[in-house]
C-alpha cells in the first residue's frame, strides 16, 4: 500500500528497511539510517 501510494504520486519511499521493496517496478527507494535509540537526545 505505501509503495503504490508512492509510485502512483511520482514520490520517492524514504525508509530504513529498502530490502522491503525490492522489486517493485517504477519505484524510488531512499534508504535512511535507522536512528541509534540508546543516544540521549539532544535540542
Do not use: K, Q
Not at 511520482?10 to 536512528?35: R, S
Amino acid at each position: 500500500m505505501i509503495a503504490a501510494v508512492t509510485v502512483a504520486n511520482g514520490l520517492p519511499l524514504y525508509t530504513a528497511n529498502p530490502n522491503d521493496f525490492d522489486g517493485i517496478d517504477g519505484l524510488e527507494v531512499m534508504a535512511i539510517p535507522l536512528p541509534d535509540v540508546g543516544a540521549p537526545a539532544t535540542s
